[in-house]
């Protein structure tokens, strides 16, 4: 029998998505989804891991399940196609997670690049939510839940999903071949890989600032790549520029394509030209902004738009969630029985173990 080919992915919904999201993850599942290889495709929004560190705040979490949603379909997401959830409806997700804290020390946790670099970016010192240190184990049980075969992340996530691994093969090691091992996908532009803010700082993030939301209008995306950090050196036109640590030719590296020469630059054929003519001196940072701003309106003027058609009928996106939690949910219990089987915590269904019991009491 031919195995199943599943897809496991998500976002916190801590805000309006941006294009880190869209170059890093949303831009592939689109291509993923509609490329007709892959049986099942669960997309999660992940609310209660967002809950990890906003757990003051859950007002915001909330707020934003509506837009990671309409984000999602406005660029492209197709629930016919995938399924999209809620990770907090699901409760079999905390179950397993529940199991898994058993197969796991607290000092490989600690161990954990990703945990690492996240708690010190939150600062959370001595003070970390148990909910957040063990993100990881919480990871494993979404990912198995579905038995997915394909995690699409970025290269930070690598860690996590090495994690998943181990809890597999530890769990399979003492009940028996229950759980799925999954394979990372990484993005194939290196550009991709993690896309820095509009001020060149290495993380694009909303308490930063920095973010090109996928919903700005577009007023607000050309001003906020008018202002986009480029070389300091480069003051006069005809001074040589560095392209190295250059927001504007990282974001050209991974939206632009030779095409675009022709419809918004066609001085140049391509961007190897164009990056070859600023390092020399003699092109303004302008000139190259307004490309990139081109570029830029033709990727997320449509998303932008069709977010406004998903936007006149709200009550239809909780249905689609809705529907979508319920079919996920039922995959869920699937594999939670599975597990519960595997453990022999399955009391009730075993009635060969119950007959063995009432044997073993009266003979």
């Keep these: 029998m031919k195995k199943e080919k599943i897809i496991l992915t998500g976002d916190r919904p801590t805000g309006k998505l941006h294009i880190g999201h869209f170059v ?36 915001k979490v909330r707020q934003n399940i509506i837009e990671v949603a309409l984000d999602y379909l406005a660029c492209g997401i197709d629930p016919t196609k995938s399924t999209i959830f809620i990770q907090s409806q699901i409760a079999e997700l905390c179950e397993l997670s529940f199991y898994y804290m058993n197969l796991v020390t607290v000092s490989r946790l600690q161990r954990n690049p990703t945990v690492k670099t996240e708690i010190q970016m939150r600062n959370f010192e001595s003070s970390i939510p148990v909910g957040f240190f063990t993100y990881p184990i919480s990871q494993a049980a979404d990912i198995t839940a579905f ?20 809890i597999v093969r530890r ?67 005809q001074d040589p520029g560095k392209i190295e640590g250059n927001t504007v030719f990282t974001y050209l590296d991974a939206f632009c394509n030779d095409e675009h020469f022709g419809r918004y630059l066609n001085e140049y054929a391509n961007l190897d030209e164009l990056k070859a003519h600023y390092q020399r001196g003699g092109l303004g940072d302008m000139k190259v902004k307004k490309f990139l701003g081109a570029i830029m309106e033709e990727q997320l003027g ?48 075993d009635t060969n173990f119950i007959a063995e019991q009432a044997k073993r009491f009266h003979d």
Excluded: W
């Excluded at 509609?34 to 669960?42: T, Y």
């Excluded at 990372?184 to 550009?191: F, Q, S, T, Y």
């Design 147 to 166: 038995k997915a075969t394909t995690v699409p992340v970025g290269e930070d996530q690598k860690p996590m999903l090495e994690q998943t691994n181990e």
């Design 24 to 59: 890093g993850s949303l831009k592939r599942r689109v291509e993923l989804q509609n490329s007709g290889e892959f049986d099942k495709i669960f997309i999660m929004i992940a609310d209660a891991q967002a809950l990890t560190d906003n757990v003051d705040n859950p007002e």
């Design 171 to 237: 769990f399979n090691h003492i009940y028996g071949d229950t759980l799925v091992e999954p394979e990372i996908l990484l993005p194939d532009n290196a550009a991709c890989l993690r896309l820095p803010g509009t001020d060149g700082k290495a993380k694009m993030s909303k308490s930063l600032g920095n973010c090109i939301y996928l919903s700005e209008t577009a007023d607000e995306l050309q001003k906020k790549i008018k202002s986009m950090y480029t070389d300091p050196d480069h003051i006069r036109v």
């Design 302 to 349: 449509p998303i932008r738009e069709r977010r406004k058609e998903f936007e006149k009928d709200i009550p239809a996106i909780y249905e689609m969630l809705k529907k979508g939690c319920d079919d996920a949910r039922a995959v869920a219990a699937d594999t939670l029985a599975d597990v519960r089987r595997a453990m022999k915590i399955n009391y009730f269904e």
